[in-house]
């Protein structure tokens, strides 16, 4: 890997990585639709050389390409809100394989653990059937379908790195976000799901590290790859630890579905996570021996210490 260029950069997953290839000294290109978010996040890594900023619709194609000045690398970590997961995610692909292909650019594409649905493993490995039982689910592994499609060259055959929930000073858009940001905050928040069933987290620039060790492996791609956290852990115990990080106690109330369908009457999105509330109830966990096995030793932040660098992260950019 020589170049590499970062699609939804300023994203919870693209600010990791894109962070984690500038560390290795490899010359990216953070790709997204704000200059000032880009420069934000060029503020927070760091003046670097080796950093260039982009912006371009990941929609478009040519954009693409022409933000990628030869990249032989993308990473797609851009994302669609649940709620507009259907129509679009699968043109959003569409258009990064087209961008690729034409590149003659191998792809990293960021996913999660929805084409799966019920859990039919203890952990789950690649290998675990996919049988999504709800429309994300399905639309997920539409998508699956369409990036290893025979349709692009060998060459730009992806590799899909799959993370569970996760966490970090730059996520956005996972279950915990909200939580974390009114914790930082000092505010009363909710928690997605019940508190009490011990869950798999990952921590985002751990993710970022192990999705980078992946990447680099010429025979990864074409393959699936999972990213386990380092253990599961209760919301319960995680709000616990936030708390003791941030020093204030306030009220977090957990969320089920009719809490959720009432707030969906006014948020598209909460909305939508509904359906997915299974997920907080039979927890999938992700094996990480393909990752063992192939690539090397897992290594992992612990919970403690990467939910209080998270909280003080999110505590530093409210200005707490």
């Given at each position: 890997?020589?170049k590499?260029?970062?699609?939804?950069?300023?994203?919870?997953?693209?600010?990791?990585?894109?962070a984690?290839?500038v560390?290795?000294g490899?010359?990216?290109?953070?790709?997204?639709?704000?200059?000032?978010?880009l420069?934000?996040?060029?503020e927070?890594?760091?003046?670097?050389?080796?950093l260039?900023?982009?912006?371009?619709?990941a929609?478009?194609?040519?954009?693409?390409?022409?933000?990628?000045?030869?990249a032989?690398?993308i990473?797609?970590s851009?994302?669609i809100?649940?709620n507009?997961m259907?129509?679009r995610?699968?043109?959003?692909?569409k258009?990064?394989?087209?961008?690729?292909?034409?590149?003659?650019?191998?792809?990293?594409v960021?996913?999660?653990?929805?084409?799966?649905g019920?859990?039919?493993?203890e952990k789950?490995?690649?290998?675990h059937?996919?049988?999504?039982?709800?429309?994300?689910?399905?639309?997920?592994?539409?998508?699956?379908?369409l990036?290893?499609?025979?349709?692009?060259?060998?060459?730009?055959r992806?590799?899909i790195?799959r993370?569970p929930?996760?966490y970090g000073?730059?996520a956005q858009?996972?279950?915990?976000?909200?939580?974390m940001?009114?914790?930082?905050?000092?505010?009363?928040?909710?928690?997605i799901?019940?508190?009490?069933?011990?869950?798999?987290?990952v921590y985002?620039?751990?993710?970022?590290?192990?999705?980078?060790?992946?990447?680099?492996?010429?025979e990864a791609?074409?393959?699936n790859?999972?990213i386990?956290?380092?253990?599961?852990?209760?919301g319960?115990?995680l709000?616990?630890i936030?708390?003791?990080?941030?020093?204030?106690?306030?009220?977090?109330?957990?969320l089920?579905r009719?809490?959720?369908?009432?707030i969906?009457?006014f948020?598209p999105?909460?909305k939508?996570?509904?359906?997915?509330?299974?997920?907080?109830?039979?927890?999938?966990v992700?094996?990480?021996?393909?990752?063992?096995?192939?690539?090397?030793?897992?290594?992992w932040?612990?919970?403690?210490?990467?939910?209080?660098e998270?909280?003080?992260?999110?505590m530093?950019?409210q200005g707490?």
């Amino acid at each position: 890997m020589k170049k590499a260029i970062v699609l939804g950069a300023t994203g919870g997953v693209g600010n990791p990585l894109t962070a984690e290839l500038v560390k290795r000294g490899i010359e990216t290109i953070a790709f997204g639709r704000s200059m000032t978010k880009l420069n934000s996040l060029a503020e927070e890594i760091g003046s670097s050389p080796l950093l260039k900023l982009r912006t371009g619709d990941a929609f478009k194609p040519e954009d693409i390409i022409q933000a990628a000045e030869g990249a032989d690398v993308i990473f797609h970590s851009a994302n669609i809100p649940y709620n507009e997961m259907e129509s679009r995610l699968l043109p959003l692909g569409k258009s990064v394989m087209q961008a690729a292909q034409r590149l003659n650019a191998r792809v990293v594409v960021v996913d999660g653990i929805y084409p799966y649905g019920r859990r039919r493993m203890e952990k789950a490995t690649e290998e675990h059937p996919k049988r999504p039982h709800t429309r994300k689910g399905k639309t997920r592994l539409a998508y699956e379908e369409l990036l290893f499609s025979a349709r692009w060259k060998p060459r730009t055959r992806p590799l899909i790195a799959r993370l569970p929930d996760y966490y970090g000073p730059s996520a956005q858009a996972s279950y915990l976000s909200v939580t974390m940001e009114a914790i930082a905050a000092g505010k009363p928040t909710a928690f997605i799901g019940n508190m009490t069933v011990p869950r798999e987290y990952v921590y985002l620039p751990d993710a970022a590290r192990m999705i980078l060790d992946i990447a680099v492996q010429e025979e990864a791609y074409g393959q699936n790859w999972h990213i386990p956290g380092p253990g599961v852990i209760s919301g319960r115990d995680l709000v616990r630890i936030a708390q003791e990080a941030s020093g204030s106690r306030k009220a977090v109330i957990p969320l089920g579905r009719i809490g959720l369908s009432l707030i969906g009457l006014f948020n598209p999105v909460m909305k939508e996570v509904v359906e997915m509330l299974y997920l907080t109830e039979e927890p999938l966990v992700l094996s990480g021996e393909k990752y063992e096995r192939l690539i090397g030793p897992l290594s992992w932040t612990p919970h403690e210490e990467a939910i209080k660098e998270t909280i003080e992260g999110l505590m530093e950019k409210q200005g707490v």
